[in-house]
Antibody, heavy 118, light 112 residues
Framework: EAQLVESGGTLVNPGRSLRLSCSGSGFTFGENAMSWIRQAPGKGLEWVGVIRSLDYGGTTEYAASVKGRFTISRDDSKSMAYLEMNNLKTEDTAVYYC?????????WGQGTLVTVSS | DLVMTQSPRSLPVTPGEPASISCRSSQSLLHTNGYHYLDWYLQKAGQSPQLLIFLAINRASGVPDRFSASGSGTNFTLTIRRVEAEDVGVYYCMQALQTPLTFGGGTKVEIK
């Protein structure tokens, strides 16, 4: 059974940086695109970005709201994906999910909460 | 960016009765490969979202067959043939045709 586990969420001051991690198991991690999706408190889902598999160049795409501040990377040898978040803003406060993007986003982690506040 | 619009925003349902949710996109979701890149997700209270439908009409693994979906172009529908109490939650459609991927605003399904 495929499983994704996020970690790294915490309370952070505006302007600071944070790195989230996503650990995958139960599937061939390197063969899949991995997305980050977030949900602000009481709000809907917002796609943050994606990193494609190395077979598709390992390229990344980002939402306009995070482009230039957030970076997605992967280490397939460790079955890990990462979300590096710089210059955090209060509006980045959300639960961050990683998800496998195959036929739809078919596996999701439990999410990790990032709170940006002074 | 593609804009996804769901209706209704809230849907009170009676167990055993059917229910439908509509999702409209600002542009056609038809890819040149013939598939419509539209997915449906359900987020139950306190849980991560779960995939129900991918490529507009395909049930994900483990999804009960009371869930079905249809549509083409810009108009899509998710139907629950006979609602059960465990189906309550917020339903989202999402377009995967182009980045940025975008979600509808959600439809909250609750028992009357």
């Amino acid at each position: 059974e495929a499983q994704l586990v996020e970690s790294g969420g915490t309370l952070v001051n505006p302007g600071r940086s944070l790195r989230l991690s996503c650990s995958g198991s139960g599937f061939t991690f390197g063969e899949n695109a991995m997305s980050w999706i977030r949900q602000a408190p009481g709000k809907g889902l917002e796609w943050v970005g994606v990193i494609r598999s190395l077979d598709y160049g390992g390229t990344t795409e980002y939402a306009a709201s995070v482009k230039g501040r957030f970076t997605i990377s992967r280490d397939d040898s460790k079955s890990m994906a990462y979300l590096e978040m710089n210059n955090l803003k209060t509006e980045d406060t959300a639960v961050y999910y990683c998800s496998r993007h195959r036929d739809g986003h078919d596996y999701w982690g439990q999410g990790t909460l990032v709170t940006v506040s002074s | 960016d593609l804009v996804m619009t769901q209706s209704p925003r809230s849907l009170p349902v009676t167990p055993g009765e059917p229910a439908s949710i509509s999702c409209r996109s600002s542009q056609s979701l038809l890819h040149t490969n013939g598939y419509h890149y539209l997915d449906w997700y359900l987020q139950k209270a306190g849980q991560s979202p779960q995939l129900l439908i991918f490529l507009a009409i395909n049930r994900a693994s483990g999804v009960p067959d009371r869930f079905s979906a249809s549509g083409s172009g810009t108009n899509f529908t998710l139907t629950i043939r006979r609602v059960e109490a465990e189906d309550v939650g917020v339903y989202y459609c999402m377009q995967a045709l182009q980045t940025p991927l975008t979600f509808g605003g959600g439809t909250k399904v609750e028992i009357k």
